[in-house]
């Protein structure tokens, strides 16, 4: 019931036939609705919710530290005024939106991201639900994921959830260690998690669940990677997410750590990191579908692979970024700034200005975002939206890379083709169509130095 | 103007400094002043012009070592006769470009028309039209020196009185003495508490055989001693020889570009009178031009309609670029047929270096910048290139390291370009088997691997000058034998300093032996050189590779003995300012197909954004394009990419240490 729709899985043995299509009609590339055709309107919504207990030390995103407090460790937040009067205001923005289409297309995927969602009470949540299913609508059996942190549910908040229709958890583990979990200021401790993976793992009625884990942390050792993936496998999760710390500038490990050197690992042992996680996943029978995430097939977040198809999304909340119309708007991070925002859109005094994100910047998003998943790029569809000679650039500047591994080129039926066979078709540029038909980075070279290649496809597109 | 030494002579007499006031010159000057605004008062002040026959005109120069006063003295004359007003304005008022401000030097030669009353007669109205022309005391701009001393008939020689006699007075005196001009010697700075005027005397005498009596002592910080100044020059110095009732013929000394008055050449008129109106025409194109505006330098530019004999002004004819206006030619009454005046000492070419955009995008900024620069600096020349590193670009001819220096800096001040500039080379002169030479001002044109047999090559070299306290000698002649020196002379000035003479190929002074010379002898060492003749030398082409491919920009000519060294310098540091690629680098040096030195950056590992961004795709974006605009800085080579920063790094590599 979960299966993914969209033919993501890229794992197929050379020979294998293409995946079967979806019953559904694929959704229309977004990409191929450059000038002329209206970008289909958006089936999926985020929702962010951004309370935290305290703010942990790598952390950039918007969020609201609660700051830890009162009796129940699993409940105690809950009654915190702060969460009720920012879904007030949620709440308030969902109302004022006005859906993209009049047809009524239903929302296919509802994510809560946060911040630590599992802290708001689960019938504010079921508020925000509620507001969706009446604005946009539900479709029959949409994905709803939410984000939630070990030692901030027990078994009965979680049934209560899944009660009221969340049918995915992203569980933030992040480590197995006690050290590394305390070194990186999470609000749980070991002994959450295992409690938190029972819960979930027991949880009737809830089949899909994401392990999220952070690699390169400060003082990690590939000992203790290997632990956190081993554990991660035991705990049977139907997806895993790998997230490679990023220190960024004004956060607490901006100040302390410089990538690269102790503690952190250093960029060898951070790239034997990606590397190892790749290979004892994959022999759990997790397929690599995205440059961060593993799933069993199937079990794509279908939510994310909205983002990465480049389609369009609602958003909500503090600091939440929607593609709608062609528009990508970021919300204001601060609170205060959130709610003049929400009443200059309740009165009308606000709205999605019909930005002309061009040519360049769409082709610069589906490569972006397409050279991130396995599927890759479909060069047949880039080239009727971008053109054949944009196409060919991008190929002759990959070319290099398909020699030396870091890009595979494939057919239609996604098998690999030899380097030798890609510089043939690059001589007829007519011939590129019909024989290579998708590009994607290797697995885990590639990936790991998508930035590069994907900057040089910049390059190409905007020189 | 040989004929004019006897003349000189028997102008020297002793003044006393009290003969004089200047109180009517600063009235005379304010008059000059404010006629600026007033054109039709040119022919008021063209009337005064011409109360000043040659016999009550001065031209002189002030030749200096570095720091030793001659812009400040410049000031102080300036203010005593009133042509600027004390204590307005900035100092160093001749030092116009701001590169000259920053860097405490004079690039480009200025010039300034006093008015002086000097009392030997019984009127008190100026009665000395004295023109001062400021000089560049730095060896590379001794075209500049010369150019200015042809309009001169003496030059104060400052020297300070603390530090003495330095390597730049030597060579500023030789310059001076060969153009046969009188030389007042100025002991400046005589308030310094460790002033020694009298050892500067012994220095002076034992030097150049100049008579302790004739030194002036100043102060051109106190005012002491200044009063002296001025009567020297007028008792001193001779008049400016020339016809008066003769056709007009000048000299011209310099030219420049003004956006909104068009070409301005500084002129000397050695015979006649220039009028405005008057056609004119140059010797060396044959062309002729109408007089549309002339004047004085006083200090800016002031129209008086008229010049006369012995007189320096400006002049402004309509010429388009200064192409036309060849520093050296002859300016002469139209349909007269004249006999040139003798020109400068060319130019030579003696550092060269090629300069690149350094965004690729902007070369027409460049080329633009370039032809600016060089409309007022013609001691520069210009070929365009093309690299294949680095795109297309120019091959530009210096004076000398200084003169690179400025040019460099005075193209991204003045005029905004970004630079990227290659190894500094001199013109090698390589000859085949079959005998046939060529001048190589380029090492990127010297074939690696030349089918023919390179039978000799030369070097160009030059005698230095170094004076030091005696107790850096030491380690000065252990650093000029490694830069392959030879003492040509050894001797001590005084008692404490000691004067050294190499000759040295000029290869081994372009790049960090100043700073080198410096650093072992504490900053005490002066150092001034001149060209000397080419000798023949053992030298080869370094090719630097990346993955195999030669990179054109970074070729370089090395001694055969010092390749070796070079190359692993070049190689270590490029490995440094590389960043890691998607691929294993090699970075190699080599003499032909001979690799000697080799390093290799290995693989960058990972650049990978694995984060969780939710539907927030902007900032990653930014971030990409980000990296992508700084892959656009990097210039490419096969497919390896240098930092524009690792170009520049090289260029420090010493090719002695
Ligand atoms: N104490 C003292 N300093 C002076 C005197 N004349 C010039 N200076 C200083 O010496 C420095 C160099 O002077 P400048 O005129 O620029 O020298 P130039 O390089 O020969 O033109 C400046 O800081 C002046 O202020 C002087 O008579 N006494
Ligand atoms: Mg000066």
């Not at chain 2, 008792?235 to 909104?260: H, N, Q, W």
């Amino acid at each position: 019931m979960l299966r993914s729709a969209f033919p993501l899985v890229s794992h197929l043995p050379p020979r294998k036939p293409p995946p079967v299509r979806p019953a559904r009609p694929p959704p229309v590339r977004p990409y191929a609705s450059s000038a002329a055709r209206p970008s289909p309107p958006p089936a999926s919504a985020y929702v962010h919710l951004p309370f935290c207990r305290k703010r942990c030390l790598y952390c950039d995103f918007p969020i609201v530290a609660l700051g830890s407090s009162s009796s129940s460790p699993v409940n105690g937040e809950g009654n915190d005024p702060r969460i009720a009067d920012y879904v007030r205001l949620l709440l308030r923005e969902v109302a004022a939106t006005r859906p993209v289409s009049n047809d009524g297309v239903p929302l296919e995927t509802v994510f809560f991201g946060g911040g630590t969602p599992s802290l708001v009470p689960p019938r504010l949540v079921a508020a925000v639900l509620d507001a969706l299913r009446g604005k946009f609508g539900l479709s029959a059996s949409p994905e709803v994921s939410i984000e939630m942190d070990p030692g901030t549910f027990d078994a009965a908040k979680l049934r209560e959830l899944v009660g009221l229709g969340v049918n995915r958890v992203s569980l933030g583990v992040q480590a197995f260690q006690e050290d590394l979990l305390r070194a990186c200021g999470r609000a749980h401790g070991l002994r959450e998690v295992h409690e938190a993976v029972g819960i979930v793992t027991a949880c009737e009625g809830l089949q899909n669940w994401s392990m999220d884990l952070i690699s390169s942390l400060p003082h990690q050792t590939e000992e203790m990677w290997e632990e956190s993936l081993r554990c991660t496998v035991d705990a049977r999760p139907t997806h895993v997410s790998v997230y490679d710390l990023q220190i960024e500038q004004g956060t607490k490990f901006g100040q302390l750590y410089t990538p690269g050197v102790h503690p952190l690992p250093s960029e060898t042992d951070s790239a034997n990191f990606y590397k190892i996680a790749s290979k004892r996943l994959s022999e759990a029978g997790y397929n690599h579908y995205e440059i961060s995430s593993y799933c069993k097939t199937g079990y794509e977040c279908k939510h994310n692979v909205t983002y990465w198809q480049n389609r369009s999304f609602y958003a909500f909340g503090l600091g939440s970024a929607s593609y709608i119309n062609g528009v990508r708007f970021s919300r204001p991070r601060r609170m205060k700034e959130y709610a003049d925002w929400v009443q200059k859109l309740e009165i009308g005094a606000w709205s999605h200005e019909p930005d002309s994100a061009g040519m360049k910047d769409m082709a610069m998003d589906v490569v972006m975002l397409s050279l991130r998943t396995a599927w890759g790029l479909d060069l047949r569809s880039f080239s009727k939206s971008f053109g054949k000679s944009l196409t060919v650039s991008l190929c002759n500047t990959f070319r290099p890379f398909v020699e030396s591994g870091l890009v595979i080129v494939m057919d239609m039926e996604r098998r690999a083709l030899q380097p030798s066979d890609f510089k043939l078709d690059l001589q007829y540029e007519g011939e590129i169509e019909s024989k290579v038909a998708f590009i994607r980075l290797s697995d885990p070279d590639g990936f790991l130095l998508s930035n590069e290649l994907i900057s040089l496809a910049f390059g190409v597109i905007a020189p | 103007m040989a004929g004019a030494a006897a003349l000189r002579r028997s102008a020297r007499r002793a003044i006393r400094p009290d003969e004089y006031t200047f109180s009517r010159t600063l009235q005379h000057a304010e008059r000059l002043l404010s006629s600026q605004a007033s054109p039709d008062r040119g022919g008021v002040l063209g009337s005064e012009l011409g109360l000043y026959p040659p016999e009550r005109i001065r031209n002189f120069s002030i030749i200096a070592h570095v720091d030793h006063g001659k812009s400040t003295l410049a000031d102080r004359l300036l203010e005593l006769t009133g042509t600027i007003k004390k204590g307005h304005g900035q100092p160093q008022y001749l030092d116009k470009l701001q590169v000259e401000r920053e860097r405490g030097i004079t690039v480009k030669a200025q010039t300034a028309t006093m008015f002086y009353r000097h009392a030997h007669d019984e009127s008190d109205a100026p009665n000395y039209l004295i023109n001062l022309i400021d000089t560049p005391g730095h060896v590379d701009f001794s075209y500049e020196v010369s150019r200015s001393l042809a309009a001169c008939q003496g030059a104060l020689l400052v020297v300070d009185a603390a530090q003495g006699v330095q390597a730049q007075t030597i060579a500023n005196f030789y310059l001076a003495f060969e153009s046969n001009l009188s030389i007042i010697p100025v002991i400046n700075k005589i308030d310094q508490p460790t002033a020694d005027p009298d050892n500067v005397k012994v220095q002076l005498k034992r030097l150049f055989d100049i008579d302790p009596s004739e030194a002036l002592l100043t102060s051109a910080k106190t005012g002491q001693g200044l009063s002296q100044v001025l009567p020297a020059v007028i008792e001193r110095i001779p008049s400016p020889p020339g016809k008066c009732d003769s056709p007009v013929r000048m000299l011209l000394l310099d030219s420049y570009y003004d956006e909104y008055k068009g070409v301005i050449c500084h002129v000397a008129i050695v015979d006649g009178a220039l009028h405005k109106g008057d056609k004119i025409a140059s010797a060396a194109t044959g062309r002729t031009y109408e007089v549309l505006d002339v004047g004085i330098m006083h200090p800016e530019l002031t129209p008086t309609g008229v010049l006369y004999t012995g007189q320096v002004g400006y002049v402004i004819s309509g010429m388009r670029s200064t192409k036309e206006a060849r520093i050296g030619d002859t300016l002469h009454q139209a349909k007269s047929t004249v006999e040139p005046l003798p020109g400068f000492k060319p130019a030579r070419h003696m550092v060269f270096s090629g300069l690149y955009p350094a965004d690729g995008s902007d070369f027409d900024t460049l080329s633009h910048a370039i032809e600016k620069l060089t409309c007022n600096d013609a001691s520069v020349s210009v070929t365009k290139e093309t690299s294949t590193a680095l795109g297309m670009g120019f091959r530009c001819g210096f004076l000398g390291l200084l003169h690179m220096d400025v040019f460099h800096q005075r193209l991204e001040q003045e005029h905004g370009a970004q630079v990227i500039s290659t190894i500094p080379t001199v013109p090698y002169i390589f000859e085949y088997g079959d005998g046939s030479k060529v001048q190589v001002e380029n090492p990127a044109t010297l074939a690696s691997n030349p089918g023919q047999r390179i039978a000799a090559c030369w070097e160009p070299t030059v005698i230095a000058t170094i004076i030091i306290p005696s107790e850096y000698v030491g380690p000065v002649i252990m650093l000029c034998s490694e830069r392959r020196g030879e003492q040509r002379e050894y001797t001590f000035i005084d008692a404490q300093r000691a004067l050294l003479k190499y000759q040295l190929p000029l290869r081994e002074i372009i790049v960090d032996f100043y700073n080198e010379l410096k650093s072992i002898t504490s900053g005490y060492a002066t150092f001034d050189y001149e060209d000397s003749e080419y000798q023949q030398s053992d030298l080869v082409k370094m090719d630097i590779l990346l993955n195999g491919q030669p990179v054109d920009a970074m070729a370089t000519i090395v001694h055969n003995q010092k390749a070796q060294r070079v190359g692993r310098e070049l190689v270590e540091k490029l490995k440094k300012f590389i960043e890691r690629q998607m691929f294993e680098i090699t970075i190699q040096a080599a003499i032909g197909s001979k690799v000697i030195a080799r390093e290799t950056l290995s693989a960058m590992r990972k650049n990978v954004l694995a984060k969780c961004y939710g539907g927030d795709i902007t900032r990653k974006k930014k971030l990409l394009e980000k990296q992508k605009e700084g892959k656009k800085r990097m210039k490419r080579v096969g497919s390896v990419d240098i930092p524009q920063e690792a170009f520049h790094e090289i260029l420090k590599v010493s090719n002695s240490k």
